[in-house]
């Protein structure tokens, strides 16, 4: 069976870091792309973050939102996709959900969310 | 980046009707890479429809979709209690991939 969980959620004040965990279990995980979404309180999702297999060079892309600010990578030793996240603003306020593939988005986990108030 | 208009923003039916949901996008999306997802309150996305029309593992025949360009429409033939939840379509051909910003199928 495949799992997703994530971790690491929580409130923060804005401008602090928060680092996200995706440990992942029931497929390959090193032969996966792995992605972040985010859904903000009674809003739609917005993707924020891919990085590629090590096979494809575990390149990353960014949406613009996030772009500077936040840093996926992977431990393929751990199955465990990380979302490191720097300078929050009030609006990364969301759940956050980890996914496989990089554009297109198959097993999800059941997200962490993170609230980002003073 | 490509807009997704989803429409309507509401959608009330009773169960046994026929949904049709549509997802228009601001430009051409590149080789119909559009896909649709299903989420309930509480709940993760779920992988309906990619590719414009294939259906993703598991998913029932009563799921369909269509289009090309920038006019696609997701149909549920005959709507079963727990096919009522929001539905969103996605971009996959051009990065930034973009979603729209949803539907919501309710009970009438």
């Known amino acids: 069976e495949v799992q997703l969980v994530e971790s690491g959620g929580g409130l923060v004040q804005p401008g602090r870091s928060l680092r996200l965990s995706c440990t992942v279990s029931g497929f390959t995980f090193g032969d996966y792309a792995m992605s972040w979404v985010r859904q903000a309180p009674g809003k739609g999702l917005e993707w924020v973050a891919f990085i590629r297999s090590t096979a494809y060079g575990g390149t990353t892309e960014y949406a613009a939102s996030v772009k500077g600010r936040f840093t996926i990578s992977r431990d393929d030793s751990k199955s465990i996709a990380y979302l490191q996240m720097n300078s929050l603003k009030t609006e990364d306020t969301a759940v956050y959900f980890c996914?496989?593939?990089?554009?297109?988005?198959?097993?999800w986990g059941q997200g962490t969310l993170v609230t980002v108030s003073s | 980046e490509i807009v997704l208009t989803q429409s309507p923003g509401t959608l009330s039916l009773s169960p046994g009707e026929r949904a049709t949901l549509s997802c228009r996008a601001s430009?051409?999306?590149?080789?119909?890479?559009l896909a649709w997802y299903q989420q309930k309150p509480g709940q993760a996305p779920r992988l309906l429809i990619y590719g414009a029309s294939s259906r993703a593992t598991g998913i029932p025949d009563r799921f369909s979709g269509s289009g090309s360009g920038t006019d696609f429409t997701l149909t549920i033939s005959r709507l079963e209690p727990e096919d009522f939840a929001v539905y969103y379509c996605?971009?996959?051909?051009?990065?930034?991939?973009?979603f729209g910003q949803g539907t919501k199928v309710e009970i009438k």
């Open positions: 996914s496989s593939g990089w554009r297109l988005f198959d097993y």
């Open positions: 430009q051409s999306v590149r080789r119909s890479y």
């Open positions: 996605q971009q996959y051909g051009s990065s930034p991939w973009t």
